[in-house]
């Protein structure tokens, strides 16, 4: 499975930024997650194979929302309310099962990162 992300950027805090990722073929769970620099990537959402189960991390709930097309080959991150803090690295990856995991391990199918910078 080859995964393409898009739709990094800047954003000032307060903003929003969406972010892409198609994948070569149909897929079952996949997940956004990120890394700062000079910190391990972290995780940060996930989505099933059907797109009925979601899972955030706490850092973004509330404040960020997964979704797939019907296709099941891509999933979206939209991004609102951004902070400082979001700033890092996103990577999105592809499970071998159907259903969503917040461990980067069983992730074994990953994109290219896309920078999101949000300044103060």
């Known amino acids: 499975v080859q995964l393409q992300a898009s739709g990094g950027g800047l954003a000032q805090a307060g903003g929003s930024l969406r972010l892409s990722c198609a994948a070569s073929?149909?897929?079952?769970?996949m997940g956004w997650f990120r890394q700062a620099p000079g910190k391990e990537r972290e995780f940060v959402a996930t989505?099933?194979?059907?797109?009925?189960?979601?899972y955030y991390a706490d850092s973004v709930k509330g404040r960020f929302t997964i979704s797939r097309d019907n296709a099941k080959t891509s999933v979206d991150l939209q991004m609102n309310s951004l902070k400082p803090e979001d700033t890092a690295v996103y990577y999105c990856?592809?499970?071998?099962?159907?259903?969503?995991?917040?461990?980067?391990?069983?992730?074994?199918?990953w994109g290219q990162g896309t920078q999101v910078t949000v300044s103060s």
């Open positions: 990856a592809v499970r071998v099962g159907w259903w969503y995991s917040d461990k980067s391990a069983e992730y074994p199918y």
């Open positions: 073929g149909r897929t079952g769970g």
């Open positions: 989505i099933s194979g059907g797109g009925s189960g979601t």
